[in-house]
């Protein structure tokens, strides 16, 4: 089974700490001035860390499915 953790991107991460503050379940902690999953089985993917990154260095990927209708 696939592993699906957020993504953090180190270039782009300023460690203003902000996506830390935000995570609900302490997943997320401060790694020579960088935020870092550090705790990702206490990862609930709720997206908060993404939506707050003031320069947009966390994604969440997806995985999109497309469920074919069936005709009968
Ligand atoms: S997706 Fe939610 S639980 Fe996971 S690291 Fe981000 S804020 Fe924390
Ligand atoms: S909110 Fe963004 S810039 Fe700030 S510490 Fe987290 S990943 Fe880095």
Redo the contacts with the bound molecule.
């Keep these: 089974m696939t592993e699906w953790y957020p993504q ?1 991107d180190r270039n ?9 503050a935000a995570c609900p379940t302490g997943s997320l902690a401060q790694v020579d001035g ?2 870092t999953l550090a705790f990702p089985d206490l990862c609930t993917y709720c997206t908060a ?1 993404e939506t ?4 947009g ?2 994604e969440l990927p997806y995985l999109i499915c497309k469920i074919e209708e069936a005709h009968e």
């Design positions: 953090l782009l991460c300023t460690g203003c700490g902000d996506c830390i960088k935020a860390c707050i990154c003031p320069v260095a966390i």
